[in-house]
């Protein structure tokens, strides 16, 4: 695997700078919360600065990589707001030469979720959602929920990410869905 300056360069020249700030917002309030929740703070840091790393990728390259790496085929009905994450980690993965499979995974997991996630995936989850540049109706009560439970954090983002979905008729991917049932009903 690379350096860090290696890494923040290869992000670098993936990403504009308003993006590439976002990452490292990410990443910073990732290694805040793998201090506090006892997580792999390199992990974090990671998975952090890589979580976009795909965002700004032409649509060709999410197809080719549907094929190439044998996605589910659904995929290629979706955007670039399901492949960054699904599809990215297989370009990270390829590009970056991380191998790290909770880190592949928080990445995959980082828009949509999924119905088992680690400490680590749940962190980019929500440091994606609350890190400081995010501003909406909201924020300030997922930042207070991620500080004291990332449960109930990702429940709240889960239900929250849902209901603006559905307000302004947006398809659903499937697994956004079995996030919602996995982490939502449960959590009262
Ligand atoms: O990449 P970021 O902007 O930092 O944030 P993100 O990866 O969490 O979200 C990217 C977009 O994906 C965001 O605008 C919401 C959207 N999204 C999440 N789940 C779904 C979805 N869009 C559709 N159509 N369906 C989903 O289930
Ligand atoms: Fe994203
Ligand atoms: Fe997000
Ligand atoms: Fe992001």
Known sequence: TDSRD??????????????????????????????????DVEKASIAGLVHDYAKQRPDKDFIEAIHHYQLDPELVNWNNAIWHGVVGAELIK????????DILNAVRYHTTGNHYM??????????DYIEPGRDFDGVEKARLLTSQSLELAVAYQTKHTLAYLLENNQRIYPKTIETYNAWVPQSG
């Not at 290696?6 to 919360?33: C, D, G, M, N, Y």
């Open 118 to 127: 680690t400490k680590l995936a749940q962190i980019i989850y929500m440091a």
């Open 94 to 101: 390829a590009e970056l030469g991380i191998e790290d499979e």
């Open 6 to 39: 290696q890494l923040l360069a290869k992000i670098s020249k993936q990403l504009k700078p308003a993006r590439f700030e976002h990452v490292q917002r990410v990443e910073q309030t990732a290694i805040q919360l793998a201090q506090q929740y006892g997580v």
